[in-house]
């Protein structure tokens, strides 16, 4: 199932995220040309700034491969951290929505000396708290330095994660890649998730 990608002409609004009125924070955005101005200390994660949807394949010891569908917001209000939320869904092999899949929040944050922290909280029930550094401009490596489940929580023992922009020689920009490894006890890395995203807002 394609993602749909929203038609934009030069009479087209420029998007962002939707905004509840009242409060007297900055708003979350997605858009860089709209709200408040990033943080010069996010600099290295710039390029993550905006909504990604797109498709991707998964695996789960035991269960096997499926297809999923995905949206990313990776977002700011000024602070020196991205406000980082994922949510997907499983697609059937008619390529039609079967239910609901991973969902995690949390934030991404990086210091002078590039260090990059993610902090992950999952739907399925863990806290996942990722260290790592930049590749180059465009791309990022992770890994899980402390994972903490509940008790009726996954058994992912550890992770890594490699983030990418990468361009398309059919579209202006780049879509956001990855690819995610996980263990289970003390068993070796496999490959868990990869998906491929195209710019929807930003």
Known sequence: MAVQQPEVTE?????????????P??????????????????????PLVGVW???????????GDYHF????????????????????WRIDQDGNYAGPDARESGFWRIDANDDVELILTHASGAI???YGKPRNQTSWELGTDVVVRTSSGGISAAAKRLYGIVTDPDRAGGDLAYVEERS???????????????????
Do not use: C, K, M
């Open 11 to 23: 009479t087209s609004p420029p998007q962002n995220l939707p905004a509840l009125p009242g409060l």
């Open 25 to 46: 924070l900055p708003e979350d955005t997605a858009n860089l040309r709209f709200g408040p101005d990033l943080s010069q200390g996010l600099l290295g994660l710039l």
């Open 53 to 63: 949807r797109g498709e991707g394949e998964a695996h789960e010891p035991g269960q």
């Open 69 to 88: 569908g995905q949206q990313i917001v990776a977002a700011h209000d000024g602070g020196d951290y991205l406000i980082w939320e994922s949510r997907s």
């Open 128 to 130: 996942e708290v990722y």
């Open 184 to 202: 289970v006890g003390e068993g070796e890395f496999y490959p868990a998730r990869s998906a491929r995203l195209q710019r929807y807002i930003g």
